[in-house]
């Protein structure tokens, strides 16, 4: 029994070691600015490199992570399930993960 318990933490640490290092767990911030330029940049301010917004009223994504009650799952749950006023994004949860950890990394 000494060796099928030694053999299941071996596999369960190599299990645990494969998600950690995926690329495909890991949210991505520069992806994330990607899409953000594509689907959010109209209405709102999401990198210093933007031309032109046309929602001034609008919260920059600046202004959004730097926001005391921002959260990554916050952003994640609201992008799920967007304001009607927010265009027909059909987003993955891996691309709502890259636009929030993008987000994120802006209140650095």
């Known amino acids: ?5 030694t053999l299941k ?3 369960f640490a190599a299990l645990i070691t494969a998600a950690a290092v995926s690329p495909g767990l890991a949210a991505n911030a520069g992806h994330g600015k990607e899409l953000a330029l594509q689907w959010c940049s109209t209405c709102h301010l999401v990198s210093n490199d933007q031309d032109t917004v046309s929602g001034a009223s609008l919260p920059s994504f600046f202004d959004i992570a730097r926001d005391p009650g921002f959260s990554e799952d916050g952003l994640k749950t609201f992008l799920a399930d967007p304001h ?3 265009p027909n994004m059909t987003l993955s949860n891996g691309e709502i993960a890259d636009i929030a950890r993008y987000i994120s990394s802006l209140a650095e």
């Open 1 to 5: 029994m000494t060796g099928w318990n």
């Open 84 to 86: 009607p006023k927010m």
């Open 9 to 11: 933490r071996t596999g």
